[in-house]
């Protein structure tokens, strides 16, 4: 089956620091991952959509600068947070699409961000 | 604009019951697919279950199934059988058409709660 593992699980950082988060899909090639912050209120916010050998399209209010984003091959993502402030806090999700899924998206179970 | 809501914050039943969740959505295109997911305690998104719009049929698998009313733009999701491990928050999506399809927009989730 399809699973998406992310690393790390539970992360604390102070204020100002940088962290990277890790998405790894296995069992499949994931031709595009869709990164998401969910705030406490669960809402969903797309990041930005990775697709290998193309540029990445970031959403209004996210740019490159903030959540650099790197999807070298079809098995890895990853997407750092720099300088990390509390409005940054919440779970990151990626969701990983599947070559002839017909979209759908497989997540991990995030990303934990705290910031101090 | 593209809009995915679900009304129902929260429902609570009985283990052994059958719980029905609801979801509008709003979209231009002629053509999109429509999702379930579900988030677990951990914070593990799981999906479900897929509803293609040109299929008259609602979709099926296992205990869960689909009540697609097209002409209402309705995609109410239905859980047979409820067991214990069914509490989660769960969450209708839609293709998001301004990533090339790649990405989902997500409802604000209906939190279940199955008692024995």
């Known amino acids: 089956g399809a699973l998406v593992y992310q690393y790390p699980r539970r992360t604390i950082c102070k204020s100002g620091t940088s962290m990277r988060m890790e998405c790894q899909a296995v069992g499949f090639q994931a031709t595009s991952v869709a990164w998401y912050r969910q705030s406490p209120q669960k809402t969903f916010e797309l990041i930005a959509l990775s697709t290998v050998n193309s540029a990445i399209k970031y959403e209004q209010n996210f740019t490159q600068e903030k959540f650099p984003i790197s999807h070298p091959n079809l098995s890895f993502s990853s997407m750092t947070v720099l300088n990390a402030y509390l409005e940054d806090r919440g779970l990151y999700l990626c969701?990983?699409?599947?070559?002839?899924?017909?979209?759908?998206?497989?997540f991990g179970a995030g990303t934990r961000l705290s910031v101090l | 604009a593209q809009k995915v809501t679900q009304t129902q914050t929260s429902i609570s039943v009985m283990e052994k019951t059958t719980v029905t969740m609801d979801c509008v959505y709003e979209t231009q295109d002629s053509s999109y697919f429509l999702f379930w997911y579900k988030q677990t305690a951990s914070g593990e998104i799981v999906f479900l279950i897929r509803?293609?719009?040109?299929?008259?049929e609602n979709a099926t698998v296992g205990h869960y199934s689909l009540n697609f009313q097209k002409p209402k733009s309705s995609i109410g999701l239905i859980i047979t059988a409820t067991q214990i491990e069914d509490s989660a928050v769960y969450f209708c999506?839609?293709?998001?058409?301004?990533?090339?399809?790649?990405?989902?927009?997500f409802g604000t989730g209906t939190t279940v709660s199955v008692s024995p």
């Open positions: 969701g990983a699409r599947a070559w002839g899924s017909q979209n759908t998206l497989y």
């Open positions: 509803q293609d719009s040109y299929k008259k």
């Open positions: 999506a839609m293709r998001d058409p301004y990533q090339g399809g790649r990405a989902l927009i």
